[in-house]
Structures are given as C-alpha cells and as structure tokens.
C-alpha cells in the first residue's frame, strides 16, 4: 500500500514539493488514481466519491432505510450525515429528498463536513477542479479551490475541497443545511457513542453522530420528541491512531483562517460567470 501523496507519480511529486510533508487530501489521491489509470495499459479508474454516479449506487443505503423505516411506520424528522465528497450523504437522503422536492413531505438534512475542511459551510459556489491536479473536469460545486489542502489533524476521509453538485445544488437552493463540527468534539462524541452502543465508529460517520447528540440534546432540554436518522458509515477499527491520539490528549482542532482559505479560493479558474 502507498500512501498519497507519493513519490511515485509526477502529481504526487508535485504536490510533495510544494507541501512538504503533507498528508495529502481526496483530491490528491484522486490526480494520482488518474495518472496511475492513465498512464498503465489495462488500467481503469472510477472515482469513488463526489460524481453523480457514485451518489447514484449510494442511493440504495437510502432506500433500505426508508424501506426499513416504513415498515415500522416510522417518519424521521431530521435526517444527519457526514459528507467529505457528499456521497454517502447524497445516498441516504435520495428517497426523503425527492418526497421533500415533490413536496409530498417535509424533513430538515443537515450536511456535516470538518471545520479543518468546509466547503459547504465558508466555500464559494463555483465550477471547480475535482482534483489537486486539475486533470478531472471542471464541477459546478461548493469549493475551497482544488489547490486547498486541508491541514495534517485527522478528520479521515473528509478531507475534500469541494462538495457533490446535486449536493451543492441542494444547499444553494435552501434544501439542506449544513454544520461544520472541530474533531476532538467529533471524538469525544464518537467514544460516548461507542461507550452506550458497543460499536466504535469511524471518525467520518462520526461527524454525523456529534451533530445526532447535539440534536437529541435540544429536544431534551425542550421537551420536543424527534426521530433522528443519521448515516454511521464505518467503523473505526482503521482509526485506532486517531483514536489513541484522542486518548493521549494529543489531538488538536485547526481551523483555517480566511487568510488560509483565501489562497485556495484564489486559485479557482476564471473565466465570465465563474468568480468574475
Ligand atoms: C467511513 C467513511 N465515511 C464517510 C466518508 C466520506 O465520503 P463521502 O462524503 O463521499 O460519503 C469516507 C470517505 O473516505 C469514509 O471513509
């Protein structure tokens, strides 16, 4: 297994020059997936996350819950997930959201992303690069700049500039809302998760579980009952690094500065109708 970025392609060369001792980022991974496919007779590459395709095949974690939920009679009120690329989340919501455009039934979606990473949450809504190295096509989509990378604190699998179009469309229109969450606060609610369930959770699908608590908090406090649906994408048995970290106390939160955002942003193409 190599980790991205690599010394083994010119993107990750690339990259590494220019962010010594970075660790990387989706849209990394992606530009050397590509070159890798590209450049190797035989090989083929499919991007696993943001395209419209990928939230597609996720749609069926969507239907099984409303599937599962309706046979219960269940009705959920709010429906949570994390979203690095937007795909899973794009999944889950496919069937609630279409009742909610048809205008067959209302639910409140709530978007969780990294607040190390916000593209929903501080990114501009522009046709952006999909990867770092700006070989994938140009997406109209919620970005930080394809250049952004996200500092090295954990944050998994959320680490993206950019965010899903039909996602960003969704948002843009006022379909979805969405929360950026630190990480230690996102660890500190996945260990109480994994305390009362018996399931430890990934760090992504953890997102989703701060903001679920959070959540469930609120009607506490005011006495409403809601049914809370959120998306628990993976376990955290490849986590237990971050895990340990969290434990020690070594764990910390950055949070970009507009200065730091700024640079990425910057870097998003030009051209009339598009930042200009
Ligand atoms: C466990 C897990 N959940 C969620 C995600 C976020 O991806 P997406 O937003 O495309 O669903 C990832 C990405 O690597 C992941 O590994």
Not at 149 to 176: F, K, T
Not at 240 to 248: D, G, L, P, S, W
Request: negative net charge; aromatic residues 8%; contains cysteine.
């Amino acid at each position: 297994m190599t980790p991205s970025p690599s010394m083994e392609t010119e993107i990750g060369r690339k990259i590494l020059a220019e962010h010594p001792g970075t660790t990387g980022s989706l849209g990394c991974a992606i530009s050397e997936a590509v070159e890798t496919a590209t450049q190797n007779e035989g090989y083929r590459y499919v991007l696993g996350s943001v395209l419209n395709q990928v939230l597609l095949h996720q749609s069926i974690i969507g239907m099984e819950t409303k599937i599962a939920l309706d046979q219960y009679g269940i009705v959920p009120d709010m429906i949570i997930g994390c979203a690095g690329g937007g795909s899973n989340l794009g999944g889950l919501i496919s069937p609630f959201m279409g009742e909610k455009l048809r205008g067959e039934r209302d639910y409140q979606f709530i978007t969780v992303e990294p607040a190390s990473c916000p593209s929903l949450t501080r990114g501009v809504y522009a046709y952006d690069f999909c990867d770092t190295g700006m070989v994938c096509p140009l997406a109209k989509m919620y970005t930080l700049g394809s250049g952004f990378i996200p500092s090295p604190n954990h944050a998994g699998g959320l680490r993206y500039h950019g965010m899903s179009s039909i996602l960003s469309q969704l948002y843009a229109d006022g379909y979805m809302e969405a929360r950026s969450v630190g990480q230690v606060e996102v660890f500190q609610a996945a260990e109480a998760f994994a305390r009362v369930e018996g399931i430890l959770p990934a760090p992504e699908s953890s997102h989703a579980i701060k903001v679920a608590i959070d959540e469930a908090m609120k009607c506490k406090e005011t006495g409403e009952e809601k049914t809370i649906v959120f998306g628990l994408t993976g376990t955290g048995y490849f986590d237990m690094m971050a895990y340990e970290k969290f434990h020690n106390g070594e764990m910390t939160d950055y949070i970009p500065t507009d200065e730091d955002l700024k640079q990425g942003i910057d870097g998003i193409p030009r051209f009339p109708g598009n930042m200009e």
